[in-house]
């Protein structure tokens, strides 16, 4: 679809910065019961957004979306034509997995992403039982998934597995330089963990905190903040310390790329919260999108100089198929490098400083045969990581790819191997040009304070959705969050308090967390 809607609409109102308001001063309201409502892009922001609109009772919607598909950054690839077959391999390019605090949706970060799933399906049940969505348990950890950096092996000349690596193995038993303390694994953890605790209790409370240290990079926080008060002096400057962490938690050049408190939300959101305790118009492209578009001069500096600088994180996922799940086997039936404990893999991820960084081994497949066709995340790597495979063809991409395996699996890898390029996929999402400038916006440091709350504000009748207008970036979550709160938006500034009452107290938005209705902005 081409991409006219957006100039014609933004095009008609203010044409000098000074006089713009936001649309929701209450002075300036124009009071319509049904206002026509355009979103561009159809990705989970988009979508979310029309569906909460239509519950309120707005008829006049209309998406516009520039690439072929709906989905944005959920984007499956299926390996066979037949969507009747339930059993066909898929590959998931973008969002794959949702957290879940079992019990507790009240304590979830990620509980509107399941309420929206019950939602849908509850029309779905009615008027399209085949569309109903299933929900496939998502194993993060297996402790036989293997460790291998430094091209370090056990006494026995194993590959080391997580279970070894991360049960109290030392530094140098796992290749580390001596200098590198016995606890490395668990630091960033600990570093995190005061301000988890602050969030569990009271989440307003906990961000306030972080953003004390919004200028920081990760590097800086642990550096100037965690290191000297854990580790002594004579340690400092701390540098192997720091870069045997990130190589192990994330990936190289990111502690220094981004900010602390983005990286510290983006993994409080991982992982669970302590138990015991008129026209409109809606974007959602990403900024890197927006970035190339003829932005009206009503809009402000702020939100100017926020399209051009935030920043984002690049990802990239090679997708390689295989005739069986011989990684669920022990490597002595396939005849894999020995690891420590011998056991096949099932679910979880395998570590390395190998380019390949992290096999991801599928959970869809429980109860199928092993000797069945699979898909296998192969790679996934993020930010620099992923910019050093960009210039690879596809027949690159899996040979290298396939190379790196076979370190740590060995050549069943390359036996098993379905070859070719409609059995496989490698997907570098910078190089997607519906989804500009990389995967996911992360902060950089000092961004979020600076940013985060001119990226959100309205500009004259144009709302900004998507999960970079979130405190949540990167996850789907963010951008249903957007989502509510640009609905909010409009209906508040429509006179529809009482729809956006009805629309607050539905079950859809029971646990819609209010507090991340950022209150920062201007
Ligand atoms: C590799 C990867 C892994 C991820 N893993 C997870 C995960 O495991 N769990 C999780 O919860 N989240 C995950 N996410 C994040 C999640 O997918 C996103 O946060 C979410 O899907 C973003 O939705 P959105 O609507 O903000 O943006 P998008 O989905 O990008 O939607 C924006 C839409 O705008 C369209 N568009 C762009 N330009 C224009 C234009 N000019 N005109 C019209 N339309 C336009 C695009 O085509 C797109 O459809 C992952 C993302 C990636 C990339």
């Not at 029309?123 to 402790?143: A, H, Q």
């Not at 045997?244 to 408190?261: C, D, H, K, P, R």
């Not at 138990?275 to 932005?295: D, F, R």
């Not at 496989?424 to 902060?443: C, D, E, R, V």
Request: glycine letters at 8%.
């Amino acid at each position: 679809m081409p991409l006219i809607a957006f100039n014609l609409t933004l095009t008609l109102t203010f044409d000098d910065e000074k006089n713009v308001k936001r649309s929701d001063d209450k002075s300036k309201r124009t009071v319509t019961t049904s206002p026509k409502i355009c979103i561009v892009g159809a990705g989970l922001s988009g979508l979310f957004s029309a569906l909460l609109l239509k519950e309120a009772g707005i008829k006049d919607v209309t998406i516009l979306e520039s690439s072929d598909r709906v989905g944005g950054r959920v984007y499956t690839k299926y390996f066979t034509a037949d969507a009747n077959d339930d059993k066909r391999l898929y590959a998931e390019l973008g969002s794959n997995r949702f957290p879940i605090v079992e019990g507790h949706p009240e304590l979830s970060q990620h509980q509107l992403v399941y309420d929206t799933i019950a939602h849908l399906n509850d029309y779905n049940k009615v008027n399209n039982p085949d569309s109903v969505m299933t929900l496939t348990p998502f194993s993060t950890f297996d402790k036989n998934a293997l460790y291998y950096f430094n091209g370090k092996k056990d006494a026995n000349g194993s590959i080391i597995t997580k279970g070894i690596a991360f049960g109290g193995a030392k530094p140098t038993a796992l290749g580390f330089p001596d200098s590198v303390p016995d606890n490395f694994l668990d630091m960033w953890d600990d570093a995190l963990a005061p301000f988890f605790d602050l969030l569990d209790k009271n989440f307003t409370n906990g961000i306030e905190t972080l953003k004390l240290y919004d200028q920081f990079s990760a590097y800086d926080y642990l550096k100037d903040i965690y290191f000297p008060r854990k580790l002594p002096q004579s340690m400092a400057p701390y540098e192997e310390v720091m870069k045997a962490i990130e190589m192990n938690v994330l990936g190289t050049g990111i502690f220094s790329s981004y900010g602390f408190v983005d990286l510290a939300l983006n993994e409080y959101a991982f992982g669970s919260p302590n138990l015991n305790i008129s026209w409109k118009v809606i974007v959602t492209a990403p900024l890197g999108n927006v970035y190339h578009w003829e932005i009206p001069q009503a809009f402000t500096y702020y939100k100017k100089r926020a399209i051009r600088e935030l920043t984002c994180m690049n990802a990239a996922r090679v997708f390689l198929q295989f005739k069986s799940r011989f990684w669920e086997e022990s490597p002595l039936v396939t005849g894999a490098p020995n690891t420590s404990t011998n056991l096949g893999i099932t679910g979880g991820a395998s570590s390395t400083d190998l380019p390949i960084r992290f096999v991801v081994y599928p959970s869809q497949y429980k109860g199928l045969p092993t000797n069945s066709s699979a898909i296998l995340l192969a790679s996934y790597v993020w930010d620099s990581s992923a910019t050093k495979f960009s210039p690879y063809t596809d027949d690159e991409y899996f040979e290298a790819v396939l190379k790196n395996l076979v370190t740590l699996h060995g050549d069943i890898a390359k036996t098993e191997w379905v070859s070719g390029s409609e059995n496989n996929i490698a997907f570098n999402w910078a190089q997607y040009k519906h989804s500009i400038g990389g995967a996911f916006a992360l902060f950089s440091a000092g961004q979020i304070d600076d940013l985060l709350g001119a990226i959100m504000r309205p500009e004259i009748s144009v709302h900004f959705a998507g999960e970079h207008t979130d405190i949540q970036t990167g996850w789907m979550v963010g951008a249903l969050n957007s989502g509510v709160r640009v609905v909010k938006e409009i209906l508040l500034a429509n006179g529809m308090d009482s729809q956006w009452a009805t629309l607050k107290n539905s079950t859809l938005l029971k646990y819609w967390n209010g507090q991340l209705d950022f209150k920062g902005y201007f």
